[in-house]
């Protein structure tokens, strides 16, 4: 069964230094998103991405934040100067298409660690 | 805003059948319920979804209740795997994202 890949599954980094999450999305989809999960919270919505440009994006997605598809396959998540507050769980998702009835496929995660 | 409403905590035993009920009072007619879960350590992963039939799949079933305030996802035979966090989420017409609640955390016990 076709499934969303991450990597890496921990990245641990120091604050102030830039960082950048892959995803490989399920290889028919067209919509993609990112979600985090600060520990003990709830799953948030980051950004979601069709054809080449973001499509929505949450208040959390500020200037620090940027996503790209630099190929076929990958889809990636930069953060430029990470903080404390940026340790979390990113989740990659994708789907099909978009709207009510679209199921999103989620990735196993990143856990980013920011010291 | 998530706005569906479930309780935070569920029990169940091993083989037994599990109810998980969501209120959503407040649901206009175009949008869809989608149940999600997530297991510990990973990521949310689909259940179900329908707007007003009941639906089944190979993974549990949801009845919506006739005026669409409420459902339920059933676990028809529960396990241990499927010990999780299971979200109950309000899906509009043209939206992309996913608005988690804190979800019903589901223990199985054997």
């Known amino acids: 069964e076709p499934e969303v890949t991450q990597t890496p599954s921990h990245q641990v980094t120091q604050m102030g230094q830039e960082v950048i999450l892959r995803c490989v999305p399920i290889?028919?989809?067209?919509?993609f998103y990112w979600y985090r999960q600060i520990l003990g919270q709830k799953v948030e919505f980051l950004v979601s991405?069709?054809?080449?440009?973001?499509?929505?994006k949450s208040e959390i997605f500020d200037d620090q934040f940027s996503v790209e598809r630099p190929d076929g396959s990958n889809f990636t998540l930069k953060i430029r100067s990470t903080k404390l507050e940026d340790s979390a769980m990113y989740f990659c998702?994708?789907?099909?298409?978009?709207?009510?009835?679209?199921?999103?496929?989620f990735g196993p995660g990143t856990r980013l660690t920011v010291l | 805003d998530a706005k569906t409403t479930q309780p935070n905590s569920m029990e169940s035993n091993e083989e037994e059948p599990v109810h998980l009920p969501c209120n959503h009072s407040?649901?206009?007619?175009?949008?869809?319920i989608h149940w999600y879960r997530q297991l510990p350590s990973q990521g949310p992963e689909y259940v179900i979804h329908?707007?007003?039939s009941n639906v089944n799949n190979r993974m549990a079933s949801l009845a919506i209740a006739e005026d669409r305030k409420s459902s339920t996802l059933i676990l028809h035979r529960a396990t241990l795997r499927d010990a999780a966090v299971y979200y109950c989420?309000?899906?509009?017409?043209?939206?992309?994202?996913?608005?988690f609640g804190q979800g019903t955390r589901l223990t199985i016990n054997p």
């Open positions: 290889s028919n989809h067209l919509y």
């Open positions: 407040t649901i206009s007619g175009t949008d869809y």
């Open positions: 989420i309000r899906i509009g017409q043209g939206a992309q994202k996913l608005v």
């Open positions: 998702a994708s789907s099909e298409d978009y709207g009510s009835y679209n199921e999103q496929f």
């Open positions: 991405f069709y054809n080449n440009e973001i499509s929505e």
């Open positions: 329908g707007l007003t």
